[in-house]
């Protein structure tokens, strides 16, 4: 079976560690702020101003004025902070962010990522995700492994155009976990379920397959 959301959003959140400051893009990485394990602190940054969110707010915690840079409502954690998004962009430029989470539409082995256009279609832009892939060092994708018609978007080489070449080191989609080194994605994890055959015949970038692929384990 392939991940839910809600399952990439545990898995990522997996990958935070206490005193981190952490960016979550639009989409699934929004998700991971529900996760964040108990008793660990982790800030997490917004590049419309908000530093230190919150999870999602219950409906009688909304407020309209509060949102993340999706637009999504959110909460304030103690301790938060809400400054300009020039300062949160200086905040990202100078690498002060230790994790970003970002969706894309195609990451390839050299570690491209494309994520903000498609041409023909009408999308909202880049965002802050540029900047992103350009000040931070340690950056997860969450993605699905193939589109809606079934192709893949883990590739050889990236199709649309480039949000940043070269950057990108973790792939999470809904059927694996990978790393990408030396111009190929390594399967690290499967989702319960999923065979390797399955993320095989799924991914058209070189993919390596160790001996033993775990499957990923939920409570």
Known sequence: MALTREQMAQRIARELQDGYYVNLGIGIPTLVANYVPEGMEVMLQSENGLLGMGAFPTEDEIDADMINAGKQTVTARVGASIFNSAESFAMIRGG??????LGAFEVDVMGNIASWMIPGKLVKGMGGAMDLV???ENIIVVMTHASKDGESKLLPRCTLPLTGAGCIKRVLTDLAYLEIENGAFFLRERAPGVSVE???ARTAGEL??????????FD
């Open 208 to 217: 390596v397959i160790p001996d033993h692929v775990p499957e990923m384990q």
């Open 198 to 200: 399955e993320i095989r």
């Open 96 to 101: 002060h962010v230790d994790l970003t989470v």
């Open 134 to 136: 350009a000040g931070a």
